[in-house]
């Protein structure tokens, strides 16, 4: 059996800085993963990787060639990565299915895992192919300094649990552009009733019953928490926040 974690969220919320320092905390304490690029816009990583979706399809070559704009060429990309699950996917993965750890570092569009299909049907790849799998979302931290951002925040998290249906866990990235510990920990663990009020204080008074039905959607599924996570500190897990 292998293991593998997805590694998703919006654009610039630091997933291949994740990447890369998960492997170097990894090489410090002696414990191999394997690192896979699933982003065909990405050409440059600070990480060694075992599987490039480049390799396959580029998105420089789709526009060019389709005539595409980013999005929909990243979609054709996807669309086409899916239809390659059995041949270069699976050949790929038959190297890896003896303990081993394999993380893939995904595209930043929100659309791909939160309601198109192309991940969820990757993720049963794996499942068939005896791979235990987790998501990691990860939501710039500088999200909580604007409640509606936040909220929006957790909402595309929670599409994201919902569609993937995977074991997840949402981390707060980018904690060293944070200056202020109070500011975090209202947001850790949101509390419905601070979500609540900070949104009436912020929208407008004909929204109320639209943030009361937002903030009970996030409630509802009690799932919706984070770890706050500075990459910059020596600890990968910055514990200095939760004290």
């Known amino acids: 059996m292998g293991y593998a974690q997805l590694v998703i969220g919006p654009a610039g919320s630091g ?10 905390h990894c090489e410090t304490l002696g414990r191999s993963i394997h690192i896979v690029n699933l982003d065909p816009a990405t050409e440059n990583f600070n990480y060694p990787v075992v599987m490039y979706i480049r390799e396959l399809i580029s998105l420089d070559d789709v526009m060019e060639e389709l005539g595409l704009g980013p999005n929909g060429g990243l979609i054709y990309c996807m669309e086409h990565l899916e239809e390659n699950l059995d041949e270069w996917l699976a050949e790929e993965l038959d190297y890896y299915l003896d303990d081993d750890y394999l993380v893939f570092d995904c595209p930043g569009q929100i659309k791909l895992f939160s309601h198109v299909p192309m991940l969820r049907n990757f ?15 990860l939501l710039d931290s500088q999200f909580i300094a604007d409640v509606t951002k936040f909220v929006s925040g957790c909402m595309a ?3 994201a649990m919902v569609q993937l249906e995977l074991p997840h866990v949402n981390i707060l990235s980018k904690m060293d552009l944070v200056t202020s510990k109070r500011d975090v920990e209202n947001y850790l663990d949101p509390e419905p009733r601070f979500l609540l009020s900070e949104l009436n204080e912020w929208i407008a008074p004909w929204f109320k019953k639209l943030n009361k039905s937002l903030v009970e959607q996030v409630d509802e599924y009690s799932m919706v928490s984070f770890i706050p996570i500075n990459l910059r500190r020596k600890a990968a897990y910055s514990m200095h926040w939760l004290k």
């Not at 997933?15 to 170097?24: A, F, G, I, M």
């Not at 993720?123 to 979302?137: A, D, I, P, Q, T």
């Open 157 to 159: 998290s929670l599409s």
């Open 123 to 137: 993720v049963e790849h794996l499942k068939r192919k005896n791979f235990n799998v987790c998501g990691v979302y």
């Open 15 to 24: 997933k291949s800085t994740y990447c890369s320092s998960l492997y170097q």
